[in-house]
């Protein structure tokens, strides 16, 4: 009960009103309906305010600003739970890459977001495109790759493999 209650706290201070329904739902209690109404508006006007952004961004054509912009929807979608979107997001932002810890950064995101929808397969090859851009990537950077690259190894059921890549992650991610 009290973990619930934790989340619910939590879920309370972001826009996953989807996530909050669903965790109030397993704790027997009705929803906020207020919480809820006020939330989805206010995820409303940041999606058109982000959405608006990213046209100005366009008709600019500077790169940087328009990678930068597809990151900002992305964690938007991520805020929001919508992971599929998210992900959309962040692998158009690569077209706007224009250096290789842009690059690096870019697949990290991926990363991320294909963890938590169980895309090993993207995690997989993202983690391959972050290490050729890895000549700019930092200790944690290459630390959070080796993880990943653990983690695509565990859900191949290739352990021998796993444990060497868990071994090879550096104590800055730690």
Not at 5 to 24: F, I, S
Not at 93 to 98: E, K, L, P
Not at 138 to 154: E, M, N, P, V
């Amino acid at each position: 009960a009290e973990a619930y209650r934790k989340a619910l706290e939590e879920l309370r201070k972001g826009l996953n009103t989807a996530l909050y329904q669903e965790v109030m739902a397993k704790t027997g209690g009705a929803p906020d309906a207020a919480w809820v109404a006020s939330a989805e508006k206010a995820a409303f006007q940041q999606r058109a305010r982000l959405d608006a952004a990213m046209t100005t961004y366009r008709t600019t054509l500077l790169k940087d600003t328009i990678r930068l912009g597809y990151n900002e929807l992305g964690d938007f979608h991520v805020a929001c739970g919508d992971l599929t979107q998210a992900l959309r997001c962040y692998v158009r932002s690569r077209d706007y890459c224009t250096t290789a810890q842009h690059n690096a950064e870019m697949c990290l995101r991926v990363i991320a977001v294909a963890i938590d929808l169980g895309n090993f397969v993207y995690v997989n090859n993202y983690v391959v495109k972050a290490e050729h851009a890895a000549d700019a990537a930092d200790a944690l950077t290459l630390a959070k790759l080796r993880a990943a690259a653990g983690l695509g190894q565990l859900e191949n059921k290739q352990y021998r493999a796993a444990a060497r890549k868990f071994l090879e992650v550096s104590p800055e991610l730690l």
